[in-house]
């Protein structure tokens, strides 16, 4: 079983974002199966991952000149931050820790985070005029 499914609820009805939670959460199930040898590499890459779409992220909050962009951020940089040291950990070998991260941490802020924060953004992308 999946620990975390790709589900309507999940879906904020803008592409560019849902693509990247689906491979977020594809990202996520194959560190909840992943072997020890292959969890740093993964981690590694959900990392990475994140990174770049909370990149995204803020820059369509940018352009589209989105009221909800402080807070928006500065939850991608706490996530980020707390993942950094969830990283650091698993980079010595404390595998344990990355994998109760994964599953204890992530697919819930996931959840909370789409849910609120992507959906109120993702409506107001979709309500602006076209370019």
Request: hydrophobic share 45%; net charge negative; aromatic share 10%.
């Amino acid at each position: 079983m999946a620990l975390l499914e790709k589900t309507a609820a999940l879906s904020v009805a803008y592409t560019a974002i849902d693509e990247d939670h689906a491979e977020f959460i594809n990202l996520l199930n194959a560190l909840d199966m992943a072997t020890n040898a292959d969890f740093p590499a993964l981690f590694q890459h959900l990392y990475e991952h994140t990174e770049q779409h909370f990149e995204r992220e803020n820059v369509l909050m940018t352009r589209s000149a989105y009221a909800g962009i402080t807070d928006h951020k500065a939850e991608h940089q706490r996530v980020l931050g707390e993942f950094k040291q969830f990283k650091s950990r698993v980079d010595k070998g404390l595998i344990s820790f990355g994998r109760a991260f994964i599953k204890d941490r992530l697919p819930q802020w996931l959840v909370l985070h789409v849910t609120t924060m992507d959906t109120a953004l993702a409506t107001h992308l979709n309500n602006q005029p076209p370019s």
